[in-house]
């Protein structure tokens, strides 16, 4: 059984810095797209950052040189380091894996986690 599990979220000022962690087990091939997405109350579900298996990075433009995706080398834990953070990141972050390996940007992530939400106040 496929499970994403995330934690780290919590509570910070504006200008301070989170991180979140991502375990994921049940897959038998670990070679794929990984990312983290987010959704804000009201506003659509949008992707953060993603990871593909050559661990090349991609990133939404509102959080490009403030977050850092990363991943250990077994694939089996993700991560998302935030610096900077301001009251617009304040959502529901969930982590994703894909069943493709390039290109993670461009597909629909078929397998979630159950979310950590992260608040960031002014």
């Known amino acids: 059984q496929v499970q994403l599990v995330e934690s780290g979220g919590g509570s910070v000022q504006a200008g301070g810095s989170l991180s979140l962690s991502c375990v994921i087990s049940?897959?038998?091939?670990?070679?794929?797209?990984l990312g983290w997405l987010r959704q804000a109350p009201g506003k659509q579900r949008e992707g953060v950052a993603h990871?593909?298996?050559?661990?090349?990075?991609t990133y939404t433009d509102s959080v490009n040189g403030r977050f850092t995706i990363s991943r250990d080398n077994a694939k089996t834990t993700l991560y998302l380091h935030m610096n900077s953070l301001k009251p617009d990141d304040t959502a529901m972050y969930y982590c994703?894996?894909?069943?493709?390996?390039?290109?993670?940007?461009?597909?629909?992530?078929?397998?979630w986690g159950q979310g950590t939400q992260v608040t960031v106040s002014s």
């Open positions: 994703a894996a894909s069943n493709y390996v390039v290109d993670c940007d461009l597909y629909e992530y078929p397998y």
């Open positions: 049940g897959f038998t091939d670990t070679r794929r797209c």
């Open positions: 990871i593909d298996v050559y661990d090349r990075t």
